[in-house]
């Protein structure tokens, strides 16, 4: 058994339409245990006390299973800080999906602290990949210049994704499922 921890954005608040939460029901039904935890404040985020959050449904499994992390959006951001503050979780494996730009992040006051000193020259911590679509508003430019090539990222680029949301079409997505029993599985988007 595999334990994942699924990590959301900002202003997410969980919602049954999204790939993330759809994710959680499938690997649920197939015997994996699944943290999907709703964290704190989400349409006003403070980065300390969504770090905190990270650090108590980060634990890796007593039994010694693997520790998958699959974050979307601002949980992207989240990751890349909690890596660089030494307070990343112990992850195995992590899945970097629809990142918003560090300049799109710092212009939302909402939100700006994440951006604030991100260090895009330190290591995702373990193996990632970055999963990201064209059009993406929150990531003008594409997430592979922003930070697949600065953190020499595997990168999956899915034509047309856009934030790779349910606005975009992603409510289930078969891709992820099967990256996360098989992580050599290239994720598609759903066209």
Known sequence: MTAYLILHGFQNHRPPGHWQHWLAGELRGRGHEVRYPQ???????????????????GERPGDGSELVVLAHSLGVLLWLRAVAAGRAPAADRVLLVAPPSPSVTASIPEIAEFADGLDLSAPAGVPARLVYGDGDPYCPGGADVHYGRPLGLDTDHVPGGGHLNPDHGYGAWDAVLEWCENPATRVRGNR
């Open 39 to 57: 964290l704190p404040e989400p349409d006003a985020p403070v980065l300390g006390a969504w770090l905190d959050a990270l650090e108590e449904h």
